[in-house]
């Protein structure tokens, strides 16, 4: 991209017919703006690709926006590239098939081909953002998605992507003037907590979470996670917007994703081992024949609370010039980048009960080796 409404490229591709602007299913980016509340870089982005795919298919653009995902984050720091990413499936979504009938084969590590999955959510009112009505909204729609995708046991899933809406003031007053209580009314917490209950619904659709578990555990036991939830909070989004990306013997297709969990900052093992899983070597970077193959990289990570990277300080939490999610986001995009060679990277910041403590994770989506 660019700049934070730059579509140009996805025009070209449909242009050109490359692409059926009727088979897009979902998106997943990174915007310029600042990640934070008042990041309208994102709201710009989903306003100017869906108003591209109206004209294209004659739906309304509002329509489109309820049924496609659309998945962004905020903040390109450092060596972090503006872009997106396209998801589109053709066919019988579910049961797809090759020529000879024959169901797709396992790939390398990988058992399948990539499959997708979208869901949406009811409106979420403020009084439910960062409390279990919230956890439970999502894990329904993360069920939805796993259908949708004929995904139907949670092993096969590698990566779940969901856009939760926050608390703003004029969401407080609503709420209030409705005779409602907010679990917050600071709304850079409540994007915190948003997250954390989408994290949460993740892990109780995918049967990950404790029965033991509750509101109090939301941003309080970081024990509670799950390895493969990724969750993003925004003022653009009102609803829940699910994306379940897993692999599939009944989907056929080049792709595949893996995924590994990062206990920390600095964990480049953990990428080494999601590309090994897709047979791809890094020594330590991927090489150029190979790099070809990586269709996306997606990656969560947090700022460790404890203010120590295997015992050593760090400074994010503390620093009041720039935010502590903005620190991550460079220097967990930078190592990642540096493996993979590129800088186009979905790196998120806000890995609340997403991945390990003081951690995240990180999935790669790539084609087979020919």
Not at 258 to 281: E, F, N, S, W
Request: contains cysteine.
């Amino acid at each position: 991209m660019a700049h934070p409404g730059d579509v140009s490229a996805l025009a070209g591709l449909i242009d050109t017919g490359e692409l059926r602007a009727g088979d897009i299913v979902a998106f997943i980016g990174k915007t310029e703006g600042n990640g934070g509340v008042n990041d309208f870089t994102r709201g710009y982005f989903t306003q100017s690709l869906m108003a591209l795919l109206a004209r294209h298919t004659g739906e309304p653009a509002e329509a489109l926006a309820a049924r496609i995902p659309c998945v962004l984050s905020g903040g390109t720091e450092g060596v972090l590239s503006p872009h997106f990413v396209v998801f589109a499936r053709c066919g019988d979504a579910v049961r797809s098939t090759s020529a000879s009938g024959a169901a797709a084969e396992p790939v390398d590590t990988v058992n399948g081909s990539l499959a997708i999955g979208t869901a949406f959510t009811e409106p979420l009112p403020a009084e439910a953002v960062g409390r279990w009505a919230q956890v439970e909204s999502v894990a329904a729609a993360v069920r939805a998605a796993m259908k949708d995708a004929g995904l139907t046991d949670p092993r096969d899933i590698e990566f779940v992507q969901v856009k939760c809406p926050c608390i703003t003031s004029a969401r407080v007053q609503d709420a209030v003037a409705r005779g409602q209580t907010v679990v917050t009314t600071d709304a850079n917490r409540s994007m915190a907590l948003s997250r954390a209950a989408g994290a949460f619904g993740i892990a109780l659709a995918l049967g990950e979470l404790p029965e033991s578990a509750g509101d109090a555990d939301l941003l309080s036991d970081f024990a509670v996670a799950c390895n493969r939830a990724s969750v993003s909070s925004g003022v653009e989004v009102t609803c829940n917007e699910v994306i379940v990306l897993g692999n599939s013997k009944q989907w056929t297709g080049p792709l595949q994703i893996a995924h590994a969990p990062m206990r920390d900052a600095l964990d480049l093992p953990a990428v080494g081992a999601a590309l090994d899983r897709l047979g791809i070597a890094a020594r330590p970077q991927v090489a150029e024949a190979d790099r070809g193959r990586i269709a996306a990289v997606l990656v969560k990570c947090e700022p460790d609370r404890r203010g120590q990277i295997r015992g050593a300080r760090h400074t994010m939490l503390d620093d009041t010039d720039i935010n502590a999610q903005r620190h991550i986001r460079g220097a967990v995009g930078a190592l990642v980048a540096g493996v993979m060679g590129d800088g186009r990277l979905f790196v998120s910041g806000g890995a609340e009960h997403q991945g390990p403590d003081g951690g995240g994770l990180v999935a790669v989506i790539a084609a087979g080796r020919a």
